[in-house]
C-alpha cells in the first residue's frame, strides 16, 4: 500500500470504546487524519476526545457489528463523509475466563458473533472499495492468545484463533490488488480489559475447575499492573500502516513475543516426534 501523502488518511475503526482502540482514535486525530470510529451504543467515552483533540475529522458511529446491514451502512456514511477510505481496523471484542465445559451456547454464540462473524461483515463492506482503488490496509486486531492457547481462555482462543485463520487467507487473496494486511497479536496491555465491566464470566460455573477460579481473580488483580503500554501500543500499529512495511503478524509486548516463542519451540517439538509417523498414512500411489 502506499499510504496517503497528499492528503488526510481515512481510517474506519472498530472497538473504539477504551483502551487501545480510543487510543488509536486519539492519535489518528492528532496526527489530522480521517476517523469513522464505531461502538455498539451512544459512548461518551468518544464524546471525552474533544477534550484533547479536535475532533471535526470524527464520524462517531453507533453499530452492531453483528448486523451486516448496519455495517454497510456505516461504511457507506464513512465514503459520504470523507470520500475515501485507506485503513479498515477490527478492533472489537472482549475477554472471557471459563473452562470450556462451563461456556453456554449462548455465550458462545456471542463470542464468536464479535470476534468472527462481525470482522467478517467489516470485510465485505470494506474489501470491494479497497480492491477497486488497489491499495488499503486491513488491520485486524487478535491477542497473542490467537496464536497459543491456556487454561481458561479457550472460547476466546477459539474467536481470536478463528480471526486468525481468516485473517491469513486474506493476505494472500488480496496481495495482488495492493492491499496490505497485518494481524495485531498484543501482550498484556494497561487497559480496562481485565475489569469486571470488559471481562465476561460464566453465568454457571462447577467446583471441578478451582485453578481457573483463581486465575480469574488473579487477572483481576492484574488490572492496571500489566506490561503493555496502549499509547505505545497505539503508535506502534500507525507507524506500521504508515510505512506500508513489517511483517503479517505484528507482535506487540515482550510477553506477546516470549508467549510466540514458547509456541514455535513447542511445535518444533511436535513436528519432530511426528516426522517419521506422518507419512504412513500417505496413499501408496501417490
Known amino acids: 500500500m502506499s499510504f496517503p501523502s497528499d492528503r488526510p488518511a481515512t481510517w474506519f475503526v472498530t472497538g473504539t470504546s477504551r483502551g487501545p482502540g480510543l487510543e488509536l482514535v486519539t492519535q ?12 455498539r451504543s451512544t459512548d461518551r467515552r468518544l464524546a471525552a476526545i474533544g477534550e484533547r483533540v479536535d475532533t471535526t475529522r470524527l464520524l462517531p458511529l453507533t453499530v452492531d457489528l453483528r448486523n451486516e446491514a448496519a455495517v454497510k451502512q456505516a461504511v457507506d456514511q464513512t465514503i459520504g ?4 477510505l485507506d485503513v479498515v481496523v477490527s478492533n472489537a471484542g472482549y475477554g472471557f475466563l471459563a473452562a470450556v465445559k462451563e461456556t453456554s451456547a449462548r455465550e458462545v454464540r456471542d463470542m464468536l458473533d464479535v470476534q ?6 467489516v470485510l465485505r463492506a470494506t474489501l470491494p472499495i479497497l480492491r477497486e482503488q488497489k491499495s488499503g490496509h486491513v488491520v485486524n486486531v487478535s491477542s497473542i492468545l490467537g496464536l497459543t492457547a491456556v487454561p481458561g481462555w ?3 482462543c477459539a474467536g481470536k484463533f478463528a480471526l486468525e485463520g481468516l485473517t491469513e487467507a486474506l493476505a494472500a487473496e488480496v496481495a495482488d490488488f495492493g492491499v496490505k494486511v497485518t494481524i495485531v497479536e498484543p501482550g498484556y496491555f494497561r ?12 453465568a454457571d460455573t ?7 477460579r483463581e486465575m480469574t481473580q488473579g487477572h483481576l488483580d492484574l488490572q492496571g499492573s500489566q506490561l503493555g503500554d496502549p499509547v505505545k501500543g497505539a503508535a506502534a500499529i500507525i507507524d506500521q500502516v504508515v510505512s506500508g512495511a513489517g511483517a503479517l503478524r505484528q507482535l506487540l509486548g515482550s510477553d506477546a513475543h516470549a508467549y510466540a516463542t514458547a509456541k514455535v519451540e513447542a511445535l518444533r517439538v511436535n513436528l519432530d516426534a511426528t516426522a517419521q509417523t506422518a507419512p504412513t498414512t500417505d496413499h ?3
Open 28 to 39: 489518528l486525530l492528532q496526527r489530522g487524519d480521517n476517523v469513522a470510529a464505531t461502538t
Open 191 to 202: 487497559a480496562d480489559f481485565l475489569t469486571k465491566d470488559s471481562l465476561a464470566l460464566p
Open 206 to 212: 462447577t467446583d471441578a475447575y478451582p485453578a481457573i
Open 81 to 84: 463523509r470523507f470520500d475515501n
Open 284 to 286: 501408496p500411489t501417490a
Open 116 to 121: 468472527v462473524v462481525g470482522v467478517w461483515n
Open 154 to 156: 479457550g472460547l476466546y
